[in-house]
């Protein structure tokens, strides 16, 4: 599903943000990669969303050769994968409904579809009750709630989710957490990025971890799938 | 693209021009205002043009031919006269026609020039008429040094005139107008892209969800288009207006002048299709031009 074959990152100025990386990752796992700041997590993610090519190495996910696909693919591609910031990304003009419903009308899905399945979306992480209430009106973990529903629209391969707990109370984190792995349940592909080695070791699932852009570490979790 | 998709994109592309306002009022003020100058002074000089071409009709020349010249030296004249490329027509009269053509203008008091058949004090000459005013001169000066001719008579000072002026109004003219054109593209840029900048966390939100470049563009190029034609509705509005209100200004005026001018003026219904079809053309293009490229330069979509 995702595969890193001896892929380097430098940018112009010399820094090597990832050296001779390889990662694969399977269709239906749930992954942790870990890592401090700095560690190339944020151009491993940028690398994956193809906002950025490698200097050297290849990546395939879901079928997408990123290093050969032509620009106006890139959009398709990310609709393979949903993503998840710890920040949130909300337009705080929209409701909940609307933020998710954005995102299927942006990418050309019919009114019809919309209103099926939003509704859907929204029971399945469980914020049925507030569909048109507004962000600012939700808490952080409700909010990320949103964000998971509109990354899920697109019934994606992959959800990548960067610190998806790093601005959510820690009980609420857990929910969040909890939901992640209900997903992958249902088949999907599921990576968090993060710098917090409590949350990946409460989870026992693979984890990777990155130091100085190498991977230092490939461990297969207790209850791996 | 499915319909609801595109009705909603240009849904967005509108309400972008509510969410900015008073940049969309300033952009829409300064694009009116140079389509109703730029219309404003084509509509003069359509006017303009339409009396000169009434003057530039009149552009017929006379080469007198002296008495002494031999038949050789009209015949080489009239070859030379045929050669030339701005020459529409031309014919030759000789002096026995020129005394005709004398009497004839005389009507009655013709018979005053009988019996100077033998003793003809008129000269024979060629008549031309020329494709355009501004080969007067030109023409005048290929002609003058063949051998027989006498004198030229044409309207040279007037050619020059109106020649002068009709390229010195096209010179000034373009330079405005391409001024006008680019301040106008600047400020729909700046208003462009201060929407680009309020829309910029939905715009990064389509980019991770997978929406298409089109997808990301097409609202704001609706917005640049929308201010291109509210501002030609405008500007077609407000110049109709000015038009009518001066010509019948004109009309009511007792200066002789103005009344024969607004008398001549070019009715606004036979040119009111050109003049909203330019203002649109221009509006459009102009509104989808600017978006497209401050989306190019903001976005790198």
């Known amino acids: 599903m995702i595969e890193f074959r001896n892929v380097s990152k430098n940018y112009p100025g010399g820094t090597h943000a990832l050296d001779d990386v390889d990662i694969s990752i399977d269709k239906g796992e749930f992954v942790f990669i870990l890592g401090h700041s700095g560690a190339g997590k944020s151009t491993l993610l940028k690398l994956m969303l193809r906002e950025e090519l490698p200097s050297k190495g290849s990546i395939m996910i879901a079928d997408y050769n990123l290093v050969k696909m032509k620009k106006r693919q890139v959009p398709y591609l990310r609709r393979e994968l949903g993503v998840v910031f710890q920040d949130f990304r909300l337009i705080p003009s929209m409701t909940a409904y609307e933020n998710v419903a954005f995102a299927m009308r942006v990418t050309n899905i019919s009114s019809k579809e919309i209103r099926r399945r939003v509704p859907y979306i929204l029971r399945i992480v469980g914020l049925e009750d507030k569909m048109h209430v507004y962000p600012d009106q939700l808490s952080g973990g409700e909010q990320q709630r949103v964000a998971l529903a509109r990354a899920l629209v697109h019934n994606p391969k992959i959800i990548l989710a960067d610190e998806p707990t790093g601005n959510i109370d820690p009980e609420l984190s857990l929910e969040i957490m909890e939901l992640l792995l209900e997903i992958n349940k249902l088949g999907t592909t599921v990576v968090v990025v993060t710098h917090d080695v409590a949350l990946a070791n409460r989870f026992h699932a693979r984890t990777i971890t990155l130091d100085h852009g190498r991977v230092v570490s490939d461990t297969k979790g207790k209850n791996a799938v | ?301």
């Open chain 2, 1 to 301: 693209m499915r319909g609801s998709s595109l009705g909603y994109l240009i849904k967005k592309g509108i309400s972008n021009i509510w969410l900015n306002r008073m940049m969309s009022a300033a952009s829409m003020g300064i694009l009116t205002a140079c389509l109703i100058i730029v219309g404003g002074s084509g509509l003069l000089a359509v006017n303009i043009r339409d009396i000169f071409t009434a003057i530039e009709n009149q552009n017929e020349m006379v080469i007198f031919i002296k008495e002494d010249a031999t038949e050789e030296d009209v015949t080489v004249l009239g070859d030379k006269i045929d050669s030339l490329d701005h020459v529409s027509d031309y014919y030759y009269v000789s002096k026995a026609e020129a005394l005709e053509e004398q009497k004839e203008y005389m009507g009655e008091k013709g018979y005053l020039l009988d019996g100077l058949e033998d003793d003809n004090p008129l000269p024979a000459s060629y008549r031309l008429t020329l494709s355009g005013l501004e080969y007067l001169n030109e023409t005048v000066e290929q002609l003058q040094h063949y051998r027989g001719v006498d004198t030229i008579s044409a309207p040279t000072d007037l050619a020059d005139t109106l020649t002068g002026v009709e390229k010195t109004a096209l010179v000034l003219g373009s330079i405005i107008i391409g001024i006008l054109i680019v301040a106008s593209t600047v400020v729909i840029s700046n208003t462009i892209r201060l929407t680009l900048f309020a829309r910029r966390r939905e715009i990064n939100i389509m980019r991770y969800v997978g929406a298409t470049n089109g997808f990301i563009r097409l609202p704001f190029v609706v917005e640049g288009m929308t201010i291109g034609i509210f501002s030609a509705v405008l500007a077609f509005g407000v110049i109709w207006a000015i038009y009518q209100s001066l010509g019948s200004l004109f009309a009511e005026t007792r200066i002789s002048w103005l009344t024969s001018v607004s008398n001549n003026l070019i009715p606004f219904m036979n040119l009111w299709y050109y003049v909203l079809g330019g203002f649109l053309i221009a509006g459009i293009l102009i509104g989808s031009l600017s978006s497209s490229s401050s989306i190019r330069r903001y976005l790198k979509v």
